[in-house]
């Protein structure tokens, strides 16, 4: 059985950094793309960036814009999102996923992603 668990969001004030993180069972994240979601309130999920299967490539929203790192510690089976500068808009809840497909190499679908975890409240305060 697969299993994603976010962990790491809370409250932080606006310039601040946060890591989350999504630790797998059932699953080795370094042989599937894992992506990072997050849904405001009132919005839908959007994409925020993924890391390649075996690969340190990343690729990311635009909204992003340098602010934020993806990266996997393969001996923990965990992916992480690194958050920096955060802003209140930033604030959601974000939630990993990960996809077994191969092609296309980034997708920014959530109907490309096999499993989702439960999700962690992000909130920034400005």
């Known amino acids: 059985q697969v299993q994603l668990v976010e962990s790491g969001g809370r409250l932080v004030q606006a310039g601040d950094s946060l890591t989350l993180s999504c630790a797998a069972s059932g699953l080795t994240v370094s042989n599937h793309y894992m992506g990072w979601f997050r849904r405001a309130p009132g919005k839908e999920r959007d994409f925020v960036g993924g890391i390649l299967r075996n690969s340190d490539s990343t690729n990311f929203a635009d909204f992003v814009q340098g602010r934020f790192t993806i990266y996997r510690d393969n001996a923990k089976n965990t992916a992480y999102l690194q958050m920096n500068n955060l802003r209140p808009e930033d604030s959601a809840v974000y939630y990993c996923?990960?996809?077994?497909?191969?092609?296309?190499?980034?997708?920014?679908?959530?109907?490309?992603?096999?499993?989702w975890g439960q999700g962690t409240q992000v909130t920034v305060s400005s």
């Open positions: 996923a990960s996809r077994a497909a191969t092609w296309p190499l980034y997708s920014s679908d959530v109907h490309d992603y096999n499993y």
